[in-house]
């Protein structure tokens, strides 16, 4: 069984920066992508960051140059630290991991914007 943990989500005041983080546990023999996506109320979930096994990043246009994606193989964890932080940013966001060829989800942290 694989497990997704994410953790670091919170309340804070626009322009700040929050770092969130998702450990993958259970019975891995190899994480290939992983990713970070968000959903806000009444929206779809959208990606916000991903990358690759050997460290390839792809970013959201809303997010770039305020958000870096990285990953930590040996721990099996992914980070996403979230720079500027705006308003439009709240939301849940929920860590991805392909994990034995299957998709896998976390439970999603929150995090909220205030102006």
Not at 25 to 53: C, H
Not at 67 to 87: E, G, H
Not at 98 to 112: E, K
Request: proline share 2%; hydrophobic share 30%; glycine share 12%.
């Amino acid at each position: 069984q694989v497990q997704l943990v994410e953790s670091g989500g919170g309340l804070v005041q626009a322009g700040r920066s929050l770092r969130l983080s998702c450990v993958v546990s259970g019975s891995i023999f190899r994480i290939n992508d992983m990713g970070w996506y968000r959903q806000a109320p009444g929206k779809q979930r959208e990606l916000v960051a991903s990358i690759t096994r050997g460290g390839s990043t792809n970013y959201a246009e809303s997010v770039k140059g305020r958000f870096t994606i990285s990953r930590d193989n040996a721990k099996n964890t992914v980070y996403l630290q979230m720079n500027s932080l705006k308003p439009e940013d709240t939301a849940d966001y929920y860590c991805n991991a392909f994990v034995g060829g299957l998709s896998r989800w976390g439970q999603g942290t929150q995090v909220t914007v205030s102006s």
